[in-house]
């Protein structure tokens, strides 16, 4: 079992920034890929950025390439996100997952973290 939680979500106005951290603990042995998703009311999960156990390899989508960046920190079995020129539409719940093999797709993640808000007010 591995437990996340996330942290750092809140309110901020456009333009402003925030980050978000993830601790695991359990058998992190097992979090190969760690990724945050975001939903929005009334809209699908989506992922927002992955990145891999060696950090080398990272995903983006393209709403927040530019803007936000991903990067973990393997001894402290916390992954980052940290979030530039926020926009309202990045507004949603913002959750942290672990997957013990190379996966963009959900359904492949294994654990996932409570969730934080992320409110962006224009």
């Known amino acids: 079992q591995v437990q996340l939680v996330e942290s750092g979500g809140g ?5 402003g920034s925030l980050r978000l951290s993830c601790a695991a603990s ?9 990724g945050w998703f975001r939903q929005a009311p009334g ?5 927002v ?9 990272t995903y983006y989508a ?5 803007r936000f960046t991903i990067s973990r920190d393997n001894a402290k079995n ?12 990045d507004t949603a ?3 942290c997952a672990t997957a013990n093999r190379f ?11 409570q969730g934080t808000q992320v409110t962006v007010s224009s």
Do not use: F
């Open 78 to 89: 916390t992954v980052y996100l940290q979030m530039n020129n926020l926009k309202p539409e």
């Open 49 to 57: 950025a992955r990145v891999t156990k060696s950090g080398g390899d």
């Open 11 to 15: 309110t901020v106005q456009a333009g």
């Open 62 to 66: 393209d709403s927040v390439k530019g």
């Open 26 to 34: 359990g058998r992190t042995g097992s979090s190969y890929t760690m």
């Open 103 to 113: 996966t963009d797709y959900a359904p492949r993640y294994d654990y996932w973290g």
């Open 43 to 47: 809209k699908e999960r989506i992922l």
């Open 93 to 95: 719940v913002y959750y």
